[in-house]
């Protein structure tokens, strides 16, 4: 009898997954190439910021109560793009959507800076975006065929999708910051 008890508590015990560490387990089994994670951080981080910004520039109704003092307010489809992607990593991660927010907020800053430069005769942000955003996604494309077997389309989807965050995950672990 104690034999019995002896063995189940010798059994090692499954780990039950969430559901984000499920997605992030299977990002870490299809982007086995460590070396790469510097290329999908840097080729994510444009084709965020390139989608993001030629989203923002879409032209979006001009409501009178949203003016005041000639001053437009934040109020775009960038923002509701903002809102869908941060409820949508909520749901994943609490904790690792702030770092999002974070990261949603430096990028906002810069495409207002875009506009400014836009405003002054430069080049059109949707333009400027539409450059970046295709040199991050052709980038993560030539990256991921350095990885060591064959990815398919569905994979580098969900690398797109999930990839922000997952990158993200990667930075608390090293922090020891539980998500």
Known sequence: MMNKKKNNKSQP?????????????????????????????????????????????IPFPQFDFLVRNNMHTFLNWGSIFIAVLIYF???????LSYAILFTIGIMSFFIVQLEYVERDGGPAVWLVCLIIALIGFFGLVLT???????????DVYQLILIGPIWLWSSVFKRLNIKY
């Open 13 to 57: 015990v499954k780990e039950i997954l969430r559901p984000v560490d499920q997605k992030f387990q299977s990002l870490e089994n299809t982007f086995v190439n460590k070396k790469l994670r510097g290329l999908y951080a840097l080729f994510l981080t444009l084709l965020l910021f390139g989608i993001m910004g030629m989203i923002w520039m």
């Open 89 to 95: 990593y909520l749901k994943l991660a609490p904790t």
């Open 144 to 154: 991921t065929k350095k990885e060591p077997k064959a990815l398919v389309p569905k």
